[in-house]
């Protein structure tokens, strides 16, 4: 039984050693989360063409680059910079 949990311990310390992925895309969910607004608001960047989104396997999702695009005021006119 000893060697079962060495085992298992070990297993455990290789998955903590993995450096964490970092996030190309959120959901429309997260995104609404992150943003604030809401559901609908995200949808409706969506949908005018102010957030860019991409269909993944029947989910829509928005690259990171695309929130940083939205929320940074030298390419976006619309955001205003806070002093």
Do not use: C
Request: charged share 30%; hydrophobic share 40%.
């Amino acid at each position: 039984m000893a060697e079962q949990h060495t085992s298992i311990t070990k297993v455990t310390r290789q998955a903590r050693a993995k450096p964490p992925v970092a996030r190309r895309a959120h959901t429309v969910n997260e995104v609404a989360e992150i943003l604030g607004p809401g559901i609908r608001t995200a949808w409706a960047l969506i949908e005018r063409g102010e957030l860019r989104a991409v269909k993944v396997g029947g989910r829509t999702l928005i690259p990171v680059t695309e929130l940083d695009r939205l929320l940074d005021p030298e390419r976006n006119p619309r955001v205003a910079r806070v002093a």
